[in-house]
Structures are given as structure tokens and as C-alpha cells.
Antibody, heavy 122, light 107 residues
């Protein structure tokens, strides 16, 4: 059974870069699927950040694209998120997830990590 | 930008049927999905591709759609179903979008 676990600093200073890693167990990333990041500000709804295929191809939320980089390390069975120039508005719970493809070649998240809280503050 | 619209809250008594709606212009051509998020927990997929139920999800959860409206139905809602529910789909370009969420109260 696939499981995902987020890790990274819980506190980031404004203007710096937020870096998180998702470790996948129970499934080899190099075998396929997309893998994604989603966030949820305190008391608010969910926002898709972006996704990456095991080969490295990516697609990002247009509203965050200029600040987001998602990468994959198949040797460690991990994928990572970098979000640059953070502000207080980037304070959120960050989730990683497995991304499935449907028959229309659209994507959805079926298995999620437990999430990690990141606070942006000086 | 594309939006999926949900009611902020729905309230039912235990054993009643709860219906949560989600409207979006692209829904006639894109599948809707539904996630359940209990307080302090990660979202869980309860309905995918309009009406399919993942393994382990109780039969009282069902999904349907017609035109620009998708509906999550919980038949005989139980106290443990109290949670936030998010609809999800993609816009015409394939970009993922979540609805604003609906807080379901069962009491």
C-alpha cells in the first residue's frame, strides 16, 4: 500500500525559499504515475500547486508557476517542492499526493500524505 | 479563472440524506471528484470519475452529475460523516481546481 510522508522546515522567513520533500513508500516512483503538491492555508480551502511525472516532466498552477519548482529523485523514491520569495500568504499545510490519470487524460489525487505545516514569519 | 462553486454549509440529522452540490461550467465535459476532510486530517477521496467509489468507502456515499452540476449524496448520514467536503475537477486546459468546500454538520 502506497504511503507518502512530507518533511521539511516548519518555519521559513519572508522572501526566502520554502523547501519540502515527499518520501514515497510501498511503490517505486520510477514505475509511473504523476506525483503532486497541494496546500491549504489556515481555515481555508485546498489549492493545487503542481505535479511531476517520474520522468521529470512537470505542470504547475499558473498562479504560482513563476515561483514553483518540483523535482524528482527516483534513487531516493522522493519528490520535492521549492517555492521561492515566500510571504505570509504562503503559510499553509502542504500535502503531497499520488496523481492518477483518468480516461480523459485529466488528473486527480488518490492517496495523500498527512501534511506538514509551514509558517512564513520573521 | 475557473471556479467550482459549493454551498458553505449543509446540516442534517443522523440518518437523513445529505446532498452537497458543486457547480462548474466545465463539468459537462470533465469528471467531478469528491474529497472528505475531517478536522486536522488529510483529505480522503470518496468519489472519483463522477460516481465511482474507492475501495473502503461506505456504500452510503454516492455521486452523480447533470450538466454543470455535480452532487455528492450521503444516504443515512452518520455522526462520523461530519467533515468538510471538497469537489474537484479540471478546467478546459486540464488544470486542477478545487471547490471552496462545504462543511457538513450531522446532529
Amino acid at each position: 500500500q502506497v504511503q507518502l510522508q512530507e518533511s521539511g522546515p516548519g518555519l521559513v522567513k519572508p522572501s526566502e525559499t520554502l523547501s519540502l520533500t515527499c518520501t514515497v513508500s510501498g511503490y517505486s516512483i520510477s514505475s509511473g504515475y504523476y506525483w503532486g503538491w497541494i496546500r491549504q492555508p489556515p481555515g481555508k480551502g485546498l489549492e493545487w500547486i503542481g505535479s511531476i511525472y517520474h520522468s521529470g516532466s512537470t505542470y504547475y498552477n499558473p498562479s504560482l508557476k513563476s515561483r514553483v519548482t518540483i523535482s524528482v529523485d527516483t534513487s531516493k523514491n522522493q519528490f520535492s517542492l521549492k517555492l521561492s520569495s515566500v510571504t505570509a500568504a504562503d503559510t499553509a499545510v502542504y500535502y503531497c499526493a499520488r496523481v492518477m490519470e483518468n480516461v480523459l487524460s485529466d488528473y486527480y489525487m488518490d492517496v495523500w500524505g498527512k501534511g506538514t505545516t509551514v509558517t512564513v514569519s520573521s | 479563472s475557473y471556479e467550482l462553486t459549493q454551498p458553505p454549509s449543509v446540516s442534517v440529522s443522523p440518518g437523513q440524506t445529505a446532498r452537497i452540490t458543486c457547480s462548474g461550467d466545465a463539468l459537462p465535459k470533465k469528471y467531478p471528484y469528491w474529497y472528505q476532510q475531517k478536522s486536522g486530517q488529510a483529505p480522503v477521496l470518496v468519489i472519483y470519475e463522477d460516481s465511482k467509489r474507492p475501495s473502503g468507502i461506505p456504500e452510503r456515499f454516492s455521486g452523480s452529475s447533470s450538466g454543470t452540476m455535480a452532487t455528492l449524496t450521503i444516504s443515512g448520514a452518520q455522526v462520523e460523516d461530519e467533515a468538510d467536503y471538497y469537489c474537484y475537477s479540471t478546467d478546459s486546459s486540464g488544470n486542477p481546481v478545487f471547490g471552496g468546500g462545504t462543511k457538513l454538520t450531522v446532529l
